[in-house]
């Protein structure tokens, strides 16, 4: 059968191994458990690794492991794990080892809830490990997308040899819809940095992010600088329905545009001109086209499941040139519908109608 | 569908039993049975009957899950109101079973009530669900779900769909492997579920082969108010 029903988190699970996934490394947390349960299963049939460490401390330094091998890696935990594989993470930055790792995040802080929640990103945009990174962030709107953007997240992550992350959480994870799976790929861990043996090399390949002279750490830290710059200029992706002509802009991603697309579907009914520009990257942030809307004189609503994280970028993007307006739900709960669309009647204009 | 005093709906992971299972209970009501749903779903906390309670309580039907207000807290704790349910000779027991072989373990807890009393065990099968689109694989798990339940299974539900892109080449299809895996199993479909009449077949419209409506109770908050 082409089509298959699917969770968001088997989604995940089965699209990182049709593109060449071969390792997971994990440990449990509750919403993200089909992941390691799907990969326990599925590794097995290609010829895989699963692996379910004794921490996430350990899991995210296995990833560094198989990674520096050339090795298609993933790791899945949610938020507090999250939290706990940080110092890992920077490590597999300044070390620059690909590898995939997903957040299907809940309620924090501390050991929060099972709910779902979008309050995790400043540490996946931000860094939340030390150091000077950024981590090429992806946010899927629907099932589908969680099959395409770890497809694509795995080739990025070797392109750039930077860690990527899946930011989603756990209604995205949960939600089951029909998707169409690509072909299963086999990718060679053969690479001409991975650390696989000399192989008749003069110099062995070095994975590590020491730089234990000052003006070494500088000269890393130029060319990762530049690598962010090529992942900035060349990375964004975002989805812009309607926001040509409409009054005002509303700016959500994972679960909140879901809610979103339906209030901004009732209002069109209305006639009441309502766009939606929805990030698939959060980390690079669609700066441009968010400036370019503000010149054109649009007014803008961000609607996230947090106090107000990716508000702070919008506001940054328009740098004053529009007024924005922020509406959230603190973990726990989910922004209805109802509640969306009567936040946006009250920005529109009188006489928003056509 | 004459009704045995229990009836037990379990199925693989992601087979959409809990959506079956909650539009049984909700058909017996109608028919003017005194109703008992157990929620014994112990693999997944979320998208299952407990966060429906309000609304079946509304209807008149009992929901026995977890404590109230540990809907959320993954530790599954069975409730003693489940014995008085199966103890009542005039109600209606409807269990909704969680996911594989492991869940289904928690019937044995019951056993001397299922030797006692008539009951049927469904076994709901979506052939669209990743891994179940051989017959020989629901019929493996079936197999699995008697071993660890210590019970019969003595028919198959077949819930073919795949969402909102569900035709009836999708049904079609669907209902072919189901009843391959009927035929092996040596039990009956005891129907096929619907939620969209024009998607209804001929035989499916004219009667011979049973069909269940189903309204979704299960929706992502998007599809709501």
Redesign the interface.
């Known amino acids: 059968m082409e089509r298959v029903m699917m969770k968001g988190n088997e989604a995940l699970a089965e699209g990182a191994i049709r593109a060449g996934c071969r390792f997971f490394f994990g440990y449990p947390i509750t919403p993200q458990n089909e992941i390691p349960e799907y990969m326990a299963r599925r590794m097995p049939e290609v010829g895989g690794v699963f692996l379910q460490a004794e921490s996430e401390v350990s899991a995210i330094n296995m990833v560094y492991g198989a990674g520096g091998a050339g090795g298609r890696v993933l790791t899945s935990s949610s938020s507090p794990g999250i939290s706990l594989k940080q110092e890992g993470i920077s490590y597999l930055v300044g070390a620059q080892v690909p590898c995939v790792i997903v957040n299907v995040a809940r309620g924090g802080p501390g050991l929060g809830g099972l709910t779902p929640s979008q309050s995790d990103y400043f540490q996946a945009t931000k860094g939340g490990g030390h150091g000077d990174y950024r981590l090429l962030v992806y946010a899927p709107g629907n099932a589908q997308e969680m099959v395409d953007l770890i497809g694509l997240a795995f080739d990025k992550a070797e392109a750039y040899r930077n860690p990527v992350m899946i930011l989603t959480d756990a209604i995205m994870g949960q939600m089951m819809e029909p998707v169409v799976l690509p072909p299963l790929r086999e990718v060679s861990p053969d690479k001409p940095w991975a650390t696989t043996g000399k192989k008749g090399r003069s110099k062995p390949n070095l994975i590590n992010s020491l730089g234990i002279v000052g003006e070494d750490l500088e000269r890393i830290n130029v060319e990762l600088q530049a690598k962010f710059a090529r992942m900035a200029a060349d990375e964004v992706r975002y989805e812009a329905d309607g926001v040509e002509d409409a009054d005002l802009v509303v700016v959500a991603y994972g679960t909140s545009s879901r809610v979103v697309r339906s209030a901004i579907s009732r209002l069109r009914q209305e006639k009441k001109k309502v766009g939606l520009l929805r990030p698939v990257t959060l980390w690079p942030f669609p700066q441009q086209i968010l400036a370019e809307l503000a010149a054109a004189g649009k007014r803008f609503l961000v609607v996230e499941m947090s106090a107000g994280q990716m508000v702070e970028d919008v506001i940054l993007s328009v740098n004053d040139r529009a007024k924005v307006t922020f509406f959230g739900k603190l973990n726990g709960t989910v922004p209805t519908v109802k509640e969306v669309y009567d936040r946006i009647m009250s920005l529109l204009p009188e006489g928003g109608e056509e | 569908m004459e009704a045995e005093r229990i009836t037990i709906f379990t199925g693989p ?2 087979s959409g039993k809990t959506e079956v299972a909650v539009n049984y209970a909700l058909h017996l009501n109608r028919q003017g049975q005194r109703v008992g749903l157990v929620d014994l779903d112990i693999v ?4 299952r009957s407990r966060s429906l309670a309000r609304q079946l309580k509304e209807e008149g039907i009992d929901l026995v899950s977890t404590q109230p207000g540990l809907e ?1 807290a ?1 530790l599954p704790a069975l409730s003693p109101r489940i014995f008085s349910f199966l103890q009542s000779p005039d109600r209606q027991v409807v269990f909704d079973v969680g996911g594989d072989p492991t869940g289904a373990r928690v019937l044995g807890r019951f056993q001397p009530y299922f030797q006692a009393t008539p009951y049927r065990l469904w076994l709901v099968v ?6 179940y ?1 051989e017959p020989e694989r629901l019929v493996k798990l079936a197999r699995e779900v008697e071993t660890a339940s210590r019970l019969q299974i003595n028919g198959l539900i077949d819930n073919s ?5 569900t035709d009836r080449r999708v049904r079609a ?1 669907g209902a072919e492997l189901v009843t391959a895996a009927a035929e092996r199993l040596r039990v009956p479909v005891v129907f096929r579920t619907y939620t969209d009449q024009a998607l209804l077949t001929e035989p499916e419209r004219a009667g011979p082969e049973p069909v269940f409506p189903l309204k979704l109770f299960m929706r ?6």
């Open positions: 992971f992601g997944n906390p979320y998208f959320m993954d979506n052939p669209y669900r990743p891994g689109q769909n795949l969402g909102q892109l299809e992502p908050p998007w599809e709501g108010e």
